[in-house]
C-alpha cells in the first residue's frame, strides 16, 4: 500500500511540475514595418494577427505567430498596399509568420520567419515581462527583402524604389486563456 501511496504522490507532484500555462494574442499587440524609399521613408502596420504562447514552469516552449499578409496597410494609399502586397507575395503566400524554437537567452529568441513562401532561421532581440494573467515581447528585427526573395517593390517606372532594408518592430501582448 506504501509503494502505491508513494507512487501516486510521485506522479501527481510530477504532473503539477509539468504545468503548462496557455496564452492567446490580445487585440492590445502592435506591429509596425518601417522603411525606405528614394522619395520617402515609411511604416506600414499589421491591422490583424493571431498567435499564442505556451510556457512551462514559467519558461516559454512554444510561440505561433501569424500576420495575414492582406492586412498589413500603409498610411500612403492603395496603390503602395497594392504594390507591397504583390512584393509580398499576398495570393500564393497569404501569411507572413514566426515559430519559436528556442530561447537563446534572456532576450533572444530564435526560430523560423516565414515571408512570401521563404523561411529563414533568425535571432531576434526582444524584452520578455510576464505580470500577471499577462505575458509582453517587445522588439524588432532589422531584415533585407532580398533574403526573402522579395524584390523591392518600385514605382513611377523605377523613378521611386523601396530600400532593401526594413525594421519590423512588434509589441505583442498575449494573455492568459
Known amino acids: 500500500m506504501k509503494k502505491i501511496l508513494a507512487l501516486f504522490l510521485f506522479f501527481g507532484f510530477s504532473m503539477v511540475g509539468l504545468a503548462q500555462d496557455s496564452y492567446n494574442l490580445s487585440s492590445e499587440s502592435k506591429l509596425t514595418i518601417d522603411g525606405t524609399s528614394t522619395a520617402h521613408s515609411w511604416t ?4 490583424k494577427m493571431e498567435g499564442n504562447l505556451m510556457q512551462q514552469n514559467e519558461s516559454l516552449i512554444a510561440i505561433n505567430f501569424k500576420v495575414a499578409v492582406a492586412d498589413i496597410i500603409s498610411e500612403r494609399g492603395a496603390a503602395m ?49 510576464s505580470e500577471g494573467n499577462t505575458m509582453n515581447i517587445k522588439g524588432g528585427k532589422k531584415i533585407v527583402l532580398q533574403d526573402f526573395g522579395i524584390e523591392p517593390p518600385s514605382a513611377m517606372f523605377g523613378q521611386i524604389v523601396v530600400g532593401d532594408e526594413v525594421n519590423i518592430k512588434f509589441d505583442l501582448v498575449f494573455k492568459k486563456g
Open 44 to 47: 506600414v502596420s499589421a491591422n
Open 81 to 129: 498596399d497594392k504594390k507591397m502586397h504583390a512584393a509580398l507575395k499576398k495570393e500564393e503566400h497569404p501569411k507572413v509568420s514566426f515559430v519559436f524554437e528556442q530561447l537563446k537567452n534572456t532576450s533572444t529568441l530564435f526560430g523560423a520567419l516565414t515571408i512570401a513562401g521563404m523561411t529563414k532561421n533568425v535571432e531576434i532581440t526582444a524584452e520578455i515581462a
